[in-house]
Structure formats: C-alpha cells, structure tokens
C-alpha cells in the first residue's frame, strides 16, 4: 500500500521542487492510468501524479510529511509541504490518499481541506485530503 498524490490544473507556476516529478496520469504507473478519467472528473485537467522520483507513487514524500508531523518537527520545506503550499498559491486541485484494496480510496480515504493546516491535520490522522474543484 502507497500513498499517492495528484494535482489538477495548470502547473506552469509551480517551481521546481527537489525530490518531486510531477507525471501526467496517462504518462505515471498503471493504478494512476486507470484512475486518469475519473480523477479528471472529480478535480480537473490535466492530472499529474506528484512522483517521489523513487517509488512510482508519492509514498516517500507524504510518507516524509507524516512522519514529521507525527514527530513534531518542522515541516514547511519539506518537498511534500512545498508542493502543497504551490497548490493553495496557484489554486490547483490536489487529492492525497492511501491506497489499499478499496476500488474508491482515492474518494474515501481522503477529506476535505480548506487550507494548508487542515492539511496537515488530516494527514497527521493518518487520513488523506481533497482541495480545489472536489475539495
């Protein structure tokens, strides 16, 4: 099981980010493909995977955040707090969310969130979050 990101909309104006690939669905691993037409309903286009350049999936960047979090340590440069604070600036869609043998994770294991603490606060409860169209 993974933790995944996507992110809908224009991302022209979000920077470059150490440790984050941003992949179109149709171009990311097969799960994400098969989710690309639905995703694209939910939140918009085009959808990327945020990539952690490592997994295929977003697992060690969300994994990353989580973790420190959970540990109370600093988390705003962190590759994961970065990239979401590019989508509430830019007001892109993203969905974060753990997948398990659920068909529908993407939908329910996520909440949703109207700004970046209550990001964090979701992810913190082990929860993933929705922002934009859906959200």
């Known amino acids: 099981m993974s933790y995944f990101m996507t992110i809908s909309g224009a991302i022209s104006a979000v920077p470059a980010i150490d440790g984050i690939e941003l992949l179109l669905a149709d171009d990311a691993q097969k799960y ?15 959808v990327h995977l945020v990539h952690d350049c490592e997994t295929g999936t977003s697992d060690v960047v969300i ?5 420190a979090l959970l540990d109370g340590k600093e988390v705003y440069d962190l590759p994961a707090a970065r990239i979401l604070q590019a989508c509430f600036d830019n007001g892109l869609s993203f969905r974060i969310w753990w997948a398990n043998n659920d068909r529908d994770a993407y939908i329910s294991n996520a909440l949703p969130v109207s700004d970046l603490r209550k990001t964090f606060e979701a992810i913190k409860a082990h929860r993933g979050a929705i922002w934009g169209v859906s959200g």
């Open 32 to 46: 994400i493909k098969s989710l690309a037409n639905e995703l694209a309903c939910l939140d918009g286009t085009p």
């Open 63 to 67: 994994a990353d955040l989580e973790n």
